[in-house]
Every structure is written in structure tokens, then in C-alpha cells.
């Protein structure tokens, strides 16, 4: 599976339902939401797409961010009792610029956003309904925008080296 760096710069998505993106074996954040949720729920497992805002490639402080805001996709899960937020897409790998300036993605497993705490994920990940923040109580979009995304999770660079 890879991110599609094509499709998210051009806005040409291709088809997003979960059949499509198997067979092509790429996508953009809905695809790989939607391909996960259609896998889970075939394991009898609780599971839903969150739509909402991700401080992902090129966010700015400065940004704005309304209500209505979404530029992502991810997953909530319900297992033994609890539920858990994931990005399958950000859990993937990561993009950076190729040779000729053009954004490559590398494929690299980051288990960081696969059942990932509410309290980190919020950093984020701030979604469209205010329960999907799996927060009590949820946060406003001004208290999302203050918040950093925490460097040690998202990255894994801290690793002691012997």
C-alpha cells in the first residue's frame, strides 16, 4: 500500500472505496480509512471513519480551521470494551521531497498512530464531531491549534543507541 502523492497534489483521488484502493494499492487518507474500516468490520469489529482536521504536510499555525474543516481521515475502533483512534495512512510511512523537488513517499511502518492514546492523537488529529476526541471533556479547535505535536511519539527518535 502506498500513499498516493499524485492524487492528494492534484485532487484526482481515483475511486476511494475500499475494493478500488486494494486492487491499485494506493491511495489518500479516505482510501486507507475506508479500506481499513471495510477490513475490520469483516472481523466482526466495531470500527468507523473520523473525518476532521490533521496537522499534517504543510500545516501552519496560521492556518484556519472552522467547524467545517476536514483534510483527513482516519479511524476509530471498539475492542475488549474500549475505544481506540488510528491513522492508517500516517502508520504507513512517510513522504519527502524526491530528486527533482516532487514529493516521494517511503514506506515505513510508524506503530505510534495505530491505537494511539485520545490525549496524544488529539495533537494532531482534531475531528469533525467532538466524540470522535474519545475526550471528556472534548477540546475547542482554538485549544487544538495551541497544542504541539508530541515530537517523541510521532517520530521515535529518541531510541537509546548502544
Not at 491499485?24 to 482536521?53: P, Q, T
Not at 475526550?135 to 491549534?145: H, N, R, V
Request: glycine fraction near 8%; aromatic fraction near 16%; include cysteine.
Amino acid at each position: 500500500m502506498r500513499w498516493d502523492t499524485h492524487g492528494y497534489f492534484t485532487g484526482d483521488y481515483g475511486d476511494l472505496s475500499p475494493n478500488s484502493v486494494l486492487k491499485r494499492r494506493n491511495g489518500v487518507c479516505s482510501g486507507y480509512a475506508n479500506l481499513f474500516d471495510s477490513l475490520v468490520k469483516k472481523m466482526e469489529i466495531v470500527s468507523f471513519v473520523v473525518s476532521g482536521f490533521a496537522k499534517g504536510y504543510g500545516y501552519s499555525q496560521k492556518e484556519k480551521i472552522s467547524d467545517d474543516s476536514a483534510n483527513h481521515a482516519w479511524n476509530a475502533v471498539y475492542i475488549e470494551d474500549a475505544w481506540y483512534l488510528l491513522d492508517s495512512t500516517w502508520g504507513s510511512g512517510y513522504a519527502k521531497p524526491g530528486k527533482r523537488g516532487e514529493l516521494v513517499f517511503l514506506k515505513k511502518l510508524n506503530d505510534y498512530y495505530f491505537l494511539t492514546p485520545p490525549e496524544n492523537f488529539i495533537c494532531s488529529h482534531l475531528p469533525k464531531q467532538e466524540y470522535a476526541q474519545l475526550l471528556d471533556p472534548p477540546i475547542t479547535i482554538e485549544e487544538f491549534k495551541q497544542l504541539k505535536k508530541p515530537f517523541f511519539y510521532s517520530t521515535r527518535k529518541t531510541q537509546n543507541k548502544k
